[in-house]
């Protein structure tokens, strides 16, 4: 039996992180943190788009263990692949999870993720895409 044309999307790296990230939601941080950074790991320098998705959920998993600093890394990581190339799901990801340092705005590495993510750069990649 032949397969589809579209189920070559679904690679080990994109399902491992469909995994990782309902591991997340599920409360599962610890699970879903080894298994993203299994599969980042994993991943193809190449896959920009999807190692930004990665690497915002990492944040979200680094977070919840209440590892501000880290969890500003991973999402100026996630930033360094949406200059590479844009993707509004991971940019969605990296919101949502800078919603949630809220409470730790004003640590310095929170005011630097800031400077970067709402600076220009950010918005020259986003109009060149």
Known sequence: MNKPEWMDWFTPVRLGAFKGNVELKAGQVRRAEKTLS?????SSIDDTKQRAVILADLAAA???QKRVERCCERLSEA???LMQQ???TAMERIR???RALRPWQDEQCVRELDERL???KTAVSVLRS
Do not use: F, H, I
Not at 38 to 42: E, F, I, K, M, P
């Open 38 to 42: 299994d599969v980042l790991a994993r």
């Open 62 to 64: 680094e977070l919840a």
């Open 79 to 81: 930033l360094n692949e």
């Open 86 to 88: 844009w993707y509004a």
């Open 96 to 98: 949502d999870v800078r």
């Open 118 to 120: 709402y600076g220009w």
